[in-house]
């Protein structure tokens, strides 16, 4: 039995002190008194948000945007630096917001330009990941929560034969993904090969879509299904 277990189990009365004097560590404190802590808390709070605000225009923007093709106007990230793999087109519009970290995978094999699109207004959370073999196009106005995955590309063929050799995936079965404007995509969701969602559609947290989602229609469950129609309420008459 080792020395640490003994300590542990014994009832000897050095051992029940070794623990009892752990016990008075692990639970010891400090008071602390608001006319102190708080100027530190204060202190503390404002040192971190200038390195961070300073480390996400200095290093983190810079060299996303060093990635991208074309960016428009107001591009923002978090204070993390995005994982880009492969060489393809990140193509932005204005207004744009990449948080956290993303990971962004290029697949040449596919097409000579893998393209990434996101329209005006529109944004990603952390710990999105995109696959992009052909083409992903994210519209104006959509929002995707964190942890997201997206793929147009299912990286290995679905006969046995060929995924054993290590085979790609076959070249039909990369298809374009398309989220037209003004969707919303909850955390966890994921987004197959070949879908299109439609205008001002939800897609709910840990939604797996499989198939096409029309317009105006919120989905949800695994495989996705439509749950509701959304309708634009009646604009309220402007007095004159």
Known sequence: MSFYR?????????????????????????PA???????????????????????????????????????????????????????????????????????????????????FRMGNNSGLGHGCILTIGKQISIGNDCRLAPFVTVFDSPGHPLDPVLRRSGAPANTEDVRPVTICDN?????????????????NSVVSSGAYVMSDVPPNTVVAGNPARKVMSLTAKEQAPVAV
């Open 6 to 30: 003994k300590l542990a189990t014994s009832d000897h009365w050095f051992a029940t002190s070794v623990r009892a004097v752990r016990r008075a560590l692990m639970n010891f404190s400090v």
């Open 33 to 115: 008194p608001g006319v102190i802590v708080r100027p530190m808390l204060l202190l503390f709070v404002t040192a971190r948000q200038v390195w961070f605000a300073l480390y996400r225009v200095c290093i983190c923007e810079p060299l996303f945007k060093a990635y991208c093709r074309t960016y428009g106007h107001n591009l923002h990230t978090g204070n993390f630096i995005h994982w880009v793999q492969g060489k393809g087109d990140i193509i932005l519009g204005d207004n744009v917001l990449i948080d956290g970290k993303c990971n962004f995978a290029f697949a040449v094999r596919y097409s000579p330009n893998p393209t």
């Open 183 to 199: 969707v919303w995509i909850g955390s966890g969701a994921v987004i197959f090969p070949g879908v299109t969602i439609g205008e």
